[in-house]
């Protein structure tokens, strides 16, 4: 039997400051996508996810709500899991920093590197945001305020151990500059190296005295082991990697194929956690995608603004394969999307009722009214049969070589070209025509079954991306010919299947304000 290539693909972990807006639900989504299309392919996936739970920010927020911190990060994470799960995610592993495991290995790893020199201890002198818990320069503030979240910084000084960044700075240079496909999108890199590295690299503060809430430095209990290092190890410390004896699984997954992110922590991935790696000698995940935002019509998504919007309330009111869709189809590949609830009623009515809905009824429903339900043979093919069938079985190039460029949205506007294609069809052919003529039984048989294989192809498709609908329409087909090898050679569905009764898969929806 051929051994499986493996594929590991990681979300950031989400912060535990509150409930995730769809903005964070965005990433699980769009990596679960990934995730599926490439299980579809055959490949043996792991999906990681989870949550970052310390830091000060963290012990602010439980102070004020009157609770301990880990009862506080146990309600929020159980949340975010939540609100994974209802969006049909199929993460592999669902990790916390707070996990026992975790926090050993990383005190293990904080250990390794000052016992190697790379980390030393020092006094921090600089300017600090809390929401952000990043240091800062004068020179990098924008507005006397924090470049990241636009917020008021205080001067802060401390005791800390620092990571020695520039240390690495040249290997790091050189690694970016041989691996182009390392840091995607190419804009983003550029912005990396010139704004970023190229300036020379700053050594990294990796832990703090002014706050309890973290895994304490085993060595120097005063300290807490601070943010990024405790954040982005998690990594590798939950698929088994320890310095007396790594996992077989951890010899097996790294390093990962794809840490999908967000564009606003990019820099911690491309510039700090390759350097960490390097200094414990592990080889490099072989790429970073630096996904956009989901922004509204008037700028990013924050509380201070009152336009934050949560998945799991859309669900309720539009489902979640609607959701699903809007996420992947409207966020472009570089640029920011945006949500508004007009765009997504839009794109519900015009794309998943008029063209794949109406599509899937209209067909079975003839099905069942010409034929009782039965699939026919397709023998009498004419030209028009061959341009469709041609477009079907041309889907899985195209549709694979948008995923492989991580352009999840042009995939899944593939599939509904070849769909719009299929309605155009009904339109050209019209089988209620060809019903009326009992010697045209057979040409109506025909056009009957290229409609429903041409379904079925699509769905096995849409499986990534819709999960729910797909399973709807396999229901209705009677069929459990789904694998990506059966879309290869059109005619996977058996003649004389009987046909399910035909269901709304989408409901149109009335755009009151």
């Not at 002198?125 to 006397?144: A, I, R």
């Not at 690299?201 to 895994?215: E, H, P």
């Not at 309330?313 to 508004?340: C, M, N, Q, S, W």
């Not at 469709?388 to 079985?393: D, F, K, Q, R």
Request: some cysteine; hydrophobic content about 35%; glycine content about 6%.
């Amino acid at each position: 039997m051929e051994k499986k290539k493996n594929y590991y693909i990681s979300t950031a972990i989400a912060y535990t400051s509150g409930k995730p807006h769809i903005g964070n639900t965005y990433e699980i989504v769009l990596a679960d996508a990934i995730a599926r299309y490439k299980r579809l392919q055959g490949y043996d996936v792991y999906l990681q996810t989870g949550t970052d739970e310390h830091g000060e920010k963290i012990e602010l927020k439980a102070k004020d709500a009157g609770i301990e911190p880990q009862q506080y990060v146990d309600n929020v994470s159980g949340m975010i899991k939540d609100i994974w799960d209802i969006m049909n995610t199929s993460y592999d592993r669902f990790v916390r920093t707070t996990d026992p495991h975790h926090e050993k290995i990383v005190q293990k790893i904080f250990k390794y590197m000052y016992d190697k020199g790379d980390i030393y201890k020092g006094e921090y002198k600089g300017l600090y945001c809390t929401p952000c818990e990043s240091f800062w320069t004068e020179s990098q503030l924008v507005d006397g305020k924090c470049p990241d979240c636009g917020r008021e910084v205080q001067p802060k000084e401390e005791e800390a151990y620092f990571f020695k960044l520039s240390k690495y700075q040249k290997q790091l240079e050189e690694y970016i500059e041989e691996h182009p496909e390392f840091i995607q999108p190419v804009a983003r890199k550029n912005e990396m190296v010139n704004n970023f590295i190229k300036p020379g690299l700053q050594d990294l503060c990796v832990s703090r005295t002014s706050f309890k809430w973290g895994i304490p430095v085993d060595f120097d209990n005063k300290h807490v082991v601070y943010v990024w290092l405790d954040a982005l190890t998690n990594y590798i410390t939950n698929i088994g990697f320890d310095f007396d004896e790594s996992t077989e699984e951890f010899k097996y997954r790294w390093p990962a194929d794809l840490h999908l992110i967000g564009k606003d922590i990019i820099r911690f991935h491309t510039i700090y956690w390759p350097c960490f790696l390097m200094s414990l000698g592990l080889p490099l995940p072989k790429q970073v995608f630096g996904h956009p935002w989901l922004i509204m019509n008037d700028g990013k998504m924050s509380k201070s603004k009152g336009n934050l919007v949560y998945a799991d309330d859309l669900v309720k009111e539009f489902g979640v394969d609607a959701v699903r869709y809007y996420f992947l189809h409207e966020i472009p590949f570089a640029a920011d999307g945006i949500f508004t609830k007009e765009l997504l009623i839009e794109r519900i009515n015009g794309d998943l009722v008029n063209i794949l809905g109406n599509l899937v009824n209209r067909t079975i429903s003839m099905n069942k009214k010409y034929f009782d339900g039965v699939v026919q043979s397709s023998e009498y093919v004419e030209d028009i049969d061959k341009d469709l069938i041609n477009s079907v079985l041309a889907l899985e190039e195209r549709v694979t070589a948008k995923m492989d460029e991580l352009k999840v949205g042009e995939a899944l506007q593939e599939i509904f070209d070849v769909l719009r294609k299929c309605n155009k069809y009904i339109d050209d052919t019209m089988p209620w025509s060809l019903a009326k003529d009992e010697s045209k039984k057979g040409r109506l048989g025909t056009i009957l079954y290229n409609l429903l294989e041409s379904i079925r192809i699509c769905s096995v498709y849409l499986s990534a991306f819709l999960t729910d609908t797909s399973e709807k329409i396999f229901k209705q087909l009677n069929t459990e010919i789904k694998s990506l090898e059966s879309t290869r050679k059109f005619g996977g569905l058996e003649v004389g299947t009987k046909l399910e009764e035909p269901i709304h898969l989408f409901d149109r929806i009335e755009n009151k304000e």
